[in-house]
């Protein structure tokens, strides 16, 4: 059993900052790298932000790109996700997910295998 564990939400002014946590446990599993993606209220589910393991590499939306951050440890398949100067807009609950098959594709939430249960991240204006 694989399970993805986030922490960090909570309610924040507009101008504030978050930092979200995502760690896994459970049997060893081997990742490409690991991601965000958050679900507004009425809203599908969307990407935020990705980082792979190989390289380095990390993907933004364009809405939160020099906003957000995304960092990550690899052998402890723990992500980080820190957002700088939210927005109302940016109210949702994010998940972390972590990426097993080998793909291109890293905005996409059926290229990722585990998921963690959410956390809520609420920005007043």
């Known amino acids: 059993q694989v399970q993805l564990v986030e922490s960090g939400g909570g309610l924040v002014q507009a101008g504030g900052s978050l930092r979200l946590s995502c760690a896994g446990s459970?049997?060893?599993?081997?990742?490409?790298?690991m991601g965000w993606f958050r679900q507004a209220p009425g809203k599908e589910r969307e990407f935020v932000a990705a980082?792979?393991?190989?390289?380095?590499?990390?993907y933004y939306r364009d809405s939160v790109k020099g906003r957000f951050t995304i960092s990550g440890d690899n052998p402890k398949n723990t992500v980080y996700l820190q957002m700088n100067n939210l927005k109302p807009e940016d109210t949702a609950v994010y998940y972390c997910?972590?990426?097993?098959?080998?793909?291109?594709?890293?905005?996409?939430?059926?290229?990722?295998?585990?998921w963690g249960q959410g956390t809520q991240v609420s920005v007043s204006s």
């Open positions: 459970g049997r060893t599993f081997s990742t490409q790298g």
């Open positions: 980082i792979r393991w190989s390289g380095g590499s990390q």
């Open positions: 997910a972590a990426k097993g098959r080998r793909t291109i594709v890293w905005d996409r939430d059926y290229e990722y295998d585990f």
